[in-house]
């Protein structure tokens, strides 16, 4: 499956499907009545579609593989599920502008866990996130925490993502499509569990009839969005260092604020706009500090 991939365009065409996923994930929501079902079953038909293609594989891998697998898949869809929770009732720049300090939970994930020398660069870097990040939730005015349940999504999804891409990365033996497959259907799991949220999506009330209004929207957020979207990031992410694939996942931002403002009528403040660039700032100034000159 596209073995032959350069893994840096990888993650640029999966930063197409992640910046506009808010709009068929919105769109399923809307035709389903905020019902869960349809997009467990979105999940569902990816999953088990790309788990045929690599369960003959499976006999052939470790157990450190299998549990590191399995480790960053729940850690990803814990992510994909609060941040899909985010997109649905919040600001779509604010919150891939929250997810995006990604980039600085690797960071410190790195310097704490994988015992990576803290330099001035990452220094810099960090503290580029937070001041991008205390800018928007309006330090200045007295505000330390995020306003909304979407915002504090977003921030809590970026930080499990950042756990799931350190494991893929850590994990030598990743098999893309075994461990793709494994990411999808664990986010179905973790939609179901997300009706326990505040104000989620509910399971309730399922019927024919929500099912044809929204089979067709299941069928092309699955393998135009879901599945690709899930492979892309992970073939990427398992072969780019984490300052590189920080800078390429930049796009992502920039195509979900220009969709949000097109399709939804979303526009991004001035307050929002100058704490973005300290925030994106974060993986520019990290890369830095792969040199082994300054290491």
């Not at 697998?69 to 997109?87: F, P, R, S, V």
């Not at 502008?97 to 990604?102: E, K, Q």
């Not at 505040?198 to 009330?205: A, F």
Request: overall charge neutral; glycine content about 8%; proline content about 3%.
């Amino acid at each position: 499956m596209l073995k032959k991939l350069n893994p840096n365009y990888a993650i640029v065409l999966s930063t197409l499907l992640w910046g506009t996923w808010w709009y068929p994930l919105r769109l399923l929501n809307e035709y389903a009545n905020n019902n869960a079902v349809p997009l467990t079953l979105s999940f569902i038909v990816a999953g088990i579609f790309l788990l045929f293609f690599s369960y003959k594989n499976i006999h052939i891998l470790s157990n450190r593989n299998l549990i590191l697998t399995i480790i960053a898949a729940t850690a990803g869809a814990a992510a994909m599920c609060l941040y899909n929770e985010g997109l649905l009732r919040g600001n779509v720049a604010r919150v891939l502008i929250f997810f995006y300090l990604t980039a600085v939970w690797s960071t410190l994930i790195e310097i704490i866990f994988l015992r990576a020398s803290l330099n001035i660069y990452r220094f810099f870097s960090i503290s580029s996130g937070f001041i991008g990040l205390f800018i928007i939730t309006g330090l200045d005015q007295g505000n330390f925490m995020p306003s909304s349940l979407a915002d504090l999504f977003g921030i809590v999804s970026g930080l499990l993502w950042s756990i799931c891409a350190t494991l893929i990365r850590i994990n030598e033996e990743l098999d893309v499509n075994f461990g793709t497959s494994v990411f999808i259907l664990m986010g179905g799991l973790f939609v179901v569990l997300a009706t326990f949220l505040p104000d989620g999506q509910i399971l309730s009330g399922f019927n024919f009839d929500v099912l044809k209004n929204t089979l067709l929207i299941v069928l092309i957020f699955s393998f135009i969005w879901l599945l690709p979207g899930y492979w892309l990031i992970t073939y990427g992410q398992d072969q780019v260092d984490p300052g590189r694939a920080g800078i390429l996942l930049m796009f992502e931002v920039v195509i979900g604020v220009i969709s949000a403002y097109l399709l939804a009528n979303e526009i991004i403040s001035f307050r929002e706009f100058i704490g973005a660039i300290f925030v994106m700032s974060a993986p520019l100034i990290e890369i830095y500090s792969s040199k082994p000159a300054q290491t």
